[in-house]
């Protein structure tokens, strides 16, 4: 007995959606082929011009030249301006200077066009230039974030953080360890008083929960704010919990409205101890601790954590954008908007009930 297709049976959508799926997937394949043998021919390209500009009297009219034949024999080509031709040359010229491998060449040719430009007209030195061709690979940078990444200096923030890792967590989940953390965090992104108090802090930075997982890094997953730990007769809050998925470790954010003082330290090495005694599992790295804290005096921080057993950074946030010392009292505290929509302090708990967040 047969029967007839139906455009509507489940059958029949699933298998649909599972081909348009596989689709995508070529379709994406196909466009990193493309673009990878476009810069290829890119690169060789820059070569050349560089070559016979320097080698022969062809001047800079021989770039107006070669652009108007090749975009009267590939009219459809936008890569053949006058204007991408001489980024074509630059691009070439930066790169030739530094000593590089074949392997960098390769990572160059894996990222857009648009991405190569922007890191060529915003970096200044090879090695810095080499850090965001990598981790725009690792990472999957999109341009905009690639560009705020570089605007906001991470290279030369990562891994700057002033840690105890090597003294509390074996090699080399140390080295990872010490990369992840940054120093200053830039919360570019928010508004606030210069006389912020740490729940305006930790609110706010929740609000722009995407915003600040990107300025985190890759890896961390959100897991709650204000998320409490019993010990004895007492209850605990920890400020805010993350799962770092590379490093399989919980990490305990600290935030601090004011200059670092050695008792934080003290303060955090006791809820790390806690959250592995009470959340650590089978397959968990030891928990990590980050002190986010307005300024520090480097050596007071140094001594601070020396003698702390468990592994934590200390590290500073800035603000770009803050709020006229003439607006202050005019606008809601977060308080009082929490009260306003109804959440007040159950936004706590529900929050720290675990959302997965990740970026």
């Not at 990562?158 to 989940?173: M, Y």
């Not at 002190?291 to 946030?317: F, H, N, W």
């Not at 302090?345 to 970026?359: I, K, T």
Request: hydrophobic residues 40%.
């Amino acid at each position: 007995m047969s029967s007839e297709l139906s455009a509507t049976s489940p059958e029949y959508r699933q298998w649909l959606a599972d081909l348009k799926g596989r689709f995508r997937q070529v379709q994406l394949k196909a466009a990193v082929v493309v673009n990878t043998a476009v810069l290829e021919f890119y690169w060789d390209l820059g070569a050349d011009i560089v070559a016979r500009q320097s080698n022969t009297a062809w001047g800079h009219g021989f770039v107006t030249q070669l652009s108007a034949d090749l975009m009267r024999e590939f009219p459809e080509m936008k890569g053949f301006s006058e204007r991408n031709l001489k980024y074509i040359r630059q691009w070439r010229e930066f790169w030739q200077a530094a000593p590089i491998g074949q392997q960098l060449v390769a990572q160059l040719t894996a990222i857009p066009w648009g991405h190569n430009l922007a890191i060529l007209s915003k970096c200044k030195q090879h090695e810095e230039a080499t850090f965001y061709v990598q981790a725009t690979l690792q990472n999957g940078w999109s341009r905009s974030v690639l560009t705020h990444q570089i605007e906001s200096g991470l290279w030369q923030r990562e891994g700057r953080a002033i840690t105890n890792f090597a003294q509390t967590l074996p090699a080399p989940h140390s080295d990872l360890a010490r990369q992840v953390l940054k120093d200053p965090y830039v919360f570019d992104f928010l508004s606030l008083t210069p006389e912020h108090t740490e729940r305006e802090l930790e609110s706010a930075l929740i609000e722009h929960v995407t915003q600040f997982l990107l300025e985190l890094g890759a890896g961390f997953a959100y897991l709650g704010r204000q998320v409490p730990l019993q010990v004895g007769e007492r209850d605990f809050f920890i400020d805010l919990l993350f799962y770092h998925v590379h490093l399989h470790c919980y990490v305990v954010v600290e935030l601090k409205t004011v200059d670092f003082e050695p008792e934080f330290a003290g303060k955090l090495n006791f809820y790390l101890k806690a959250v592995d005694a009470q959340m650590r599992q089978d397959g968990d790295a030891p928990t990590i601790g980050l002190l986010l804290c307005k300024s520090k005096d480097r050596l007071v921080a140094e001594y601070a954590l020396s003698d702390i057993q468990k592994p934590m950074g200390l590290s500073t946030y800035t603000l770009s954008h803050t709020l006229p010392e003439a607006l202050r009292g005019k606008l809601p505290s977060i308080e009082q908007l929490e009260q306003e929509l109804g959440r007040g302090n159950g936004a706590d708990s529900q929050e720290a009930g675990g959302l997965g967040y990740e970026f």
